[in-house]
C-alpha cells in the first residue's frame, strides 16, 4: 500500500491511497463504529456523509458476534452493507484497558459481557482481523498506560517490536486466511519519550507493513509533551506509505497531527461529545444543554451545511436532548461527524492551496 | 372537517380528509411522536416513510419544553421541521395514569420531571393545544380505569359530556387563541358497555365536534368487548365525518376498527415492539432475540419493501440490538412503522377493491 502525494505543505501531506475498493483522500478522519455501526448511524449516513473509512473494534466483535458470524455475512461490508473502506484495530487497546495477564506468548483477558476469558496473540489477532474482513488490519502491539515508569516503556516498546515480527509473519503466512487486498499496518510505541519513538519507529519499519500508526498518544499527557513523540515517529516512517495516528479527533489534535506528517486519524471524541450535547462549530465548542438555547430558532452552526444545520433549531434539538430522545443522540451525532469531516477536508484544501501553515494557526487560537 | 368517502366494503371506508394542509387518506395510521419526535426518528425518517400525520402528546410537551416555547418555534410544525399533519391529544390519557386530583374544573397532576403542580382543565387544554399548533386537537376528557365499577364508568362518561361544551365553546371562543384551520375533536367514553358507548356518542355529536375518536378502549379488555362497545359508538357518529380509535395499532385490532367503520388510528406499538426486538413480517411476530437469527443472512421479511429489509440481514440487525446499539432502536422501528404503514395502505386497497372481508379474515387468522 503505498500514498501519492498531491501536495505537501511543510511536512503536512494531502494525498492520495489506492487500494483494491477505491480511493482515500488524505488527511482522512475515520468515525468508529465500535460494534458495527457508527452509534446511532447506519451504513446509508455514512454515504450521506462523505465517509471514506470507518473503525471497527476487533475486541467487540470477537465477542460479539464473533468473526466466525462476521465472516459469514460477508465480513465487516457485508455485514454492515458498507461499500466504502473499514479498518480494525487489532483489539489490544481496549485489553489492555482490562487489565489482562500478559507474558510473551500474548494476553488472557476477561470479556466485559460475560466474564469469559481469552487469549489474544499477535496471530489470533490476525486471524480474527482476517475473519472480520477489513481493507486494513492493525497488528497487535502493547500499550503502556501513561505516565508510567521508563522500564515499563521500554519493556512495552521491546515486546510490539517482537510482535511487530510475529504478527507479520502471520499475515504473510499463506496458511492463514486474509482477504485478497487486505493491507497490515504497524504500530509505533514508546511513550512520549522521542528518542524510544524514534527507535520504535524505525525497527516498526524493518519489520516492513503497508502502512504505520503511531500508538498510545492522545493519552491524556500534554500536546506539548505529544508533539516531540510524533515527531520524532514520523521522522524514521517511510515517506510514501500512510501514517495513522491512532485516537486523535479534536481539532487541534488533528491540525498537529497534520503539521507532523500524518495522514490517518480516528477519534470516538465527536460522536460521544455529540450524545452529551457539546457539539463543534466554526465559532468553537457549543453546549447545547445551556439555557440560552431553549428558544433559539437558529441552527447549531451558521456555516455547517450538514443536514442538521439546514433543517432544525437548536431550540429543537435541545429539547430533544433534555428529555433523552434518541432521536438527538443521533442528529448531533450527524452534525459533529459531518462537521469534524467538512474540518478534514479543509485541512486538504489548506494543504493543496499552499496556506496550511494559516490554517494551523487560527485552529490553534480558537482550539488549543 | 369533512371526509369524503371514496369506496365502502360493509362498515369499512376508504376516504379522504381535506385540510388546509392537504389530503389525509384514510384509514390512516399515526405514528406517536411523544415527545416532538417518533422515538430514534426525524421528520426526513417520517417524510421517507410516507407518514401522514404524526401524533405528539400535550401532557409531555406543557410540561417540556413548554407550548410557549413551541410556538415561538413555529408550533409543532416549525419545531420539528414537519410539513404533514400533527395531532395533538388533550394530555388527559397520561394524567389519569398518574392519579391526578380531579373535581368538575379539571384535574391537579404532579409532573414526572420534577414533581411540580399543574392544573388541566377543559379550557386551558385547548390554550395549550392551540399553542403547539397541531392541525388537530382534541378534547380533555375523563377515562375511567378499565376493569371499573359502573357508576365510575358513569361518572366518567357524564363528565367527559360536561368537559366537552366547555372544551368546544373555549375553542370556539376567538379569544382563545387557535391557529386557523385547527381542527377539535370530541371523545366518546362508555367503557365496554355498549349502552354508555352509544349514550356517550350521542351526547358528543350534539355539541358538535369536527371529528370523533373512541377513547378509552383497547386497554386490555378482551377484543369480544372492545368490538361491541365500538360498534355502538361508532353507529351514533355522523357518516362523513372522520371517526379516530385511540391507541390501538395491532394488526388485528387496526382490521376490527376499520371493519367497524374507524378512519384514524395511532399507537406506540410498533416503535415500542421495535426497541425490544419484536418486528411485524407477512408470517406473523418475529423474535429477533432468538439466537436462531444470529447467522441469517436474509432480511426481516422477505416481502417488506422497506429500506431496512432492503439492506441489511437479520444477522447484523440481531447483533446491533443484543449489544444496545442505538442503531437497532432505530432501523428496527423503521421497520416495523414502514411495515404497519403498508398493512394500513392494504386495508385502504381491499376496501376500494371489495376485498376487504377477505383481508379481514386472512389478518385475524394470523394475528388475532
Known amino acids: ?40 448511524l447506519s451504513s446509508a449516513d455514512l454515504e450521506d456523509l462523505d465517509v471514506q473509512v470507518v473503525l471497527a473494534n476487533t475486541y467487540h466483535l470477537m465477542l460479539r458476534p464473533g468473526p466466525e458470524i462476521v465472516a459469514k455475512l460477508g465480513g465487516l461490508h457485508g455485514f454492515m452493507d458498507w461499500s466504502g473502506h473499514v479498518l480494525t484495530d487489532s483489539g489490544g487497546f481496549q485489553i489492555f484497558s482490562l487489565e489482562p495477564n500478559i ?7 476477561r470479556s466485559t459481557y460475560d466474564g469469559s476469558t481469552h487469549r489474544l496473540t499477535p496471530e489470533s489477532a490476525v486471524a480474527h482481523q482476517g475473519l ?41 503466512d499463506p496458511s492463514v486466511a486474509t482477504p485478497a487486498g487486505q493491507a497490515q499496518f504497524g504500530i509505533v510505541q514508546g ?34 509533551e505529544m508533539v516531540p513523540a510524533l515527531e ?45 450535547g457539546t457539539l463543534l462549530t466554526s465559532t468553537g465548542r457549543l453546549n447545547l444543554r445551556n439555557a440560552r438555547w431553549a428558544d433559539d430558532a437558529g441552527p447549531i452552526d451558521e456555516k455547517c451545511s450538514c443536514a442538521v444545520c439546514g433543517r432544525w433549531s437548536k431550540g429543537y434539538l435541545r429539547h430533544l ?8 443522540a443521533r442528529l448531533l451525532t450527524l452534525h459533529n461527524l459531518s462537521w469534524l469531516l467538512e474540518f478534514t477536508r479543509g ?10 501553515q494559516d490554517f494551523r494557526t487560527e485552529v490553534l487560537t480558537r482550539w488549543g
Chains 1, 2 share one sequence.
Open 1 to 40: 500500500m503505498n500514498i501519492e502525494l498531491d501536495a505537501t505543505d511543510g511536512s503536512a501531506r494531502a494525498g492520495v491511497v489506492r487500494t483494491s475498493r477505491g480511493l482515500l483522500r488524505t488527511p482522512v478522519f475515520m468515525p468508529v463504529g465500535t460494534r458495527g455501526a457508527v452509534r446511532g
Open 347 to 356: 485541512m486538504r484544501a489548506a494543504i493543496v492551496a499552499g496556506t496550511f
Open 321 to 328: 436532548l433534555a428529555v433523552h430522545e434518541l432521536t438527538a
Open 103 to 109: 507474558d510473551e506468548d500474548g494476553a488472557v483477558f
Open 232 to 276: 520524532a515517529a514520523t521522522a524514521q516512517l517511510p515517506v510514501d506509505q500512510p501514517r495513522y495516528l491512532m485516537g486523535v479527533g479534536d481539532p487541534a489534535g488533528l491540525v498537529e497531527g497534520v503539521a507532523n506528517g500524518v495522514d490517518m486519524f480516528d477519534c470516538v471524541l465527536p460522536s460521544r461529545l455529540a450524545r452529551h
Open 132 to 172: 472480520l474482513g477489513a481493507d486494513i488490519q492493525m497488528v497487535l502491539d502493547v500499550c503502556a498506560r501513561l505516565p508510567a515508569p521508563r522500564t515499563e516503556i521500554v519493556d512495552a516498546m521491546e515486546r510490539t517490536a517482537r510482535w511487530a515480527e510475529r504478527g507479520r509473519a502471520a499475515f504473510l
Open 191 to 224: 511513550g512520549v519519550d522521542p528518542d524510544l519513538r524514534a527507535q520504535s519507529a524505525a525497527r516498526t519499519v524493518d519489520v516492513g507493513f503497508d502502512g504505520y500508526a503511531i500508538g498510545g498518544l492522545s493519552v491524556g499527557e500534554p500536546r506539548a
